[in-house]
């Protein structure tokens, strides 16, 4: 029982470490999820409609994203574990390339959801609803998408630059700048959606607008702080001097981040879809996901930022080629991020039927959103467990695996399983939802092999 007990837990300073790194992460990415919030429910005193249509462009941007996450992620995984060696010039690299690909995913991107704005919005109104509701929708998500574009540009940055910092253990400066952004990000909401302060009413596109700003506001400070903190960031010095990178080392990455990329792309595409499939059952299906969906954001921020923690702390032990302490190490904290998840998960579905009280929306949608979010909840201990999974995975380079176990899995199995209940079965959303919900047994299953196997225990800079 000891064994078992030392094996599972550690001590405090352990948990001190983890929580050293992870809660920043959680306040900043709290503290955005709790704006979004805020901001969906003043876009919802808007009507439902505007609500609905500024929740479909946040699923396409959601795919954008996620493209961007994994395509910069795979030279993360090389700078997680060249700091855990001490190289530099090693970090300097990987940084290098996410420059690189951040600005490719970002121009294709952006060509992207331009062209095709008017088509991508309206696969999500092919439901039950009045063509009138549809119409509105469609036009609040275009007024939405056209300025949101602009907010992209130093979206991007901040990711470059933010997610570098945090392989190398600066988890604050990008927690703070997170924190300057959404705060101006709730105050102009208010300002610009209502017409307050003598500007004019702008609804969604103040709402567009007060993002972009609030982006640019987080992206000067993570970069300032970034160059003005040369001596703790020696990465930056001389980085920009050139764009080259070793080409050997462009090779390992695409080898091992290409999974990766198409990972995060068709993953994020697949959430997407799943969504799509779920609107087919009715335009209210639409606004209660979108409720339901920006309520489980806030909550999953622990389980979340105990993952990203997974990847940096484990990445590092790896690099330092300690394999048994990354063992260890690893699964004290994915039992720490389920335990964690658990207890999150109760919370948000006994407090299920508050949350949807905020909206400006009818009974019925309210009633829907406070079921799937029952739901939701019940199922986070699982969410976290594969979060968790993912970046144990990930952390030894073995984005192979990774894509088959999250992109693989939601096309292979999740959509189809979806599809087919919408179209050939009487059952309604919530049943649906609950049996796409189920299946993930079959993922936390082969997760779990996959962990306990060890084919992630890998020091991947090894050669350089």
């Given at each position: ?44 005193q ?17 795919v ?17 574990q ?24 970002l ?6 959801l ?7 919005i ?10 009138g ?5 469609l ?25 570098t ?25 208010w ?5 307050k302060?003598?500007?004019p ?32 960031n ?31 792309c ?26 339901s969906s ?8 622990v ?22 302490k ?15 998840g ?8 006994v ?7 905020l ?9 829907l ?40 899995y ?24 609950f ?19 060890g ?10």
């Amino acid at each position: 029982m000891a064994d078992t007990k030392r094996r599972l837990l550690g001590d405090s300073g352990f948990y001190k470490k983890v929580l050293l790194i992870a809660v920043p992460i959680m306040i900043q990415n709290g503290i955005t999820n709790f704006v979004a919030l805020l901001d969906n429910i003043m876009v919802g005193q808007l009507g439902t409609e505007q609500m609905s249509g500024t929740a479909i462009v946040n699923q396409l941007l959601f795919v954008f994203n996620l493209t961007l996450f994994g395509s910069i992620s795979s030279a993360g995984i090389f700078g997680a574990q060249f700091f855990g060696q001490g190289s530099t010039k090693g970090v300097r690299d990987a940084f290098r390339f996410k420059v690189i690909t951040g600005i490719i995913v970002l121009a294709a991107g952006m060509m992207i959801l331009s062209a095709a704005d008017t088509e991508l919005i309206s696969s999500y109104l092919t439901g039950n609803g009045e063509s009138g509701n549809k119409e509105l929708i469609l036009a609040s998500g275009l007024d939405y998408l056209k300025i949101m574009l602009v907010g992209l540009i130093p979206f991007t940055i901040t990711q470059v630059y933010a997610s570098t910092l945090r392989e190398t253990n600066h988890t604050f400066p990008p927690m703070f700048a997170g924190l300057a952004a959404v705060l101006i990000n709730l105050v102009l909401d208010w300002v610009l959606i209502f017409g307050k302060l003598g500007l004019p009413q702008m609804g969604v596109k103040g709402a567009a607008l007060a993002t972009v700003i609030s982006r640019v506001t987080e992206c000067a400070i993570v970069v300032l702080w970034t160059h003005l903190n040369r001596e703790k960031n020696e990465f930056i010095v001389g980085a920009f001097r050139s764009l080259a990178v070793p080409p050997e080392l462009v090779k390992r990455i695409i080898i091992s981040g290409l999974p990766l990329t198409l990972n995060e792309c068709l993953w994020s595409a697949g959430m997407a879809t799943l969504n799509r499939t779920y609107s087919m059952m009715g335009v209210d299906v639409v606004a209660a996901t979108n409720i339901s969906s920006t309520i489980f954001n806030i909550f999953s921020v622990v389980f979340i930022a105990l993952g990203n923690s997974v990847g940096i702390i484990v990445g590092q032990i790896l690099g330092s080629g300690d394999m048994k302490k990354a063992r260890e190490t690893d699964t004290r904290l994915i039992v720490f991020t389920v335990a964690a998840g658990a207890v999150t998960g109760a919370l948000m579905a006994v407090m299920s039927g508050l949350f949807p009280q905020l909206y400006n929306t009818s009974d019925n949608i309210r009633q829907l959103a406070g079921s799937i979010i029952t739901i939701s909840g019940m199922f986070m201990p699982f969410a976290a467990f594969l979060h968790a999974a993912y970046f144990t995975l990930r952390s030894g380079g073995r984005t192979f695996i990774t894509f088959l176990f999250d992109s693989v899995y939601i096309w292979a199995i999740t959509i189809p399983t979806a599809m087919l209940l919408v179209k050939f079965t009487e059952f309604d959303i919530l049943t649906v939802y609950f049996l796409c919900q189920l299946i993930d047994i079959i993922k936390v299953t082969v997760g779990f092999i996959l962990v306990k196997k060890g084919v992630w225990l890998r020091n991947i800079v090894a050669s350089e």
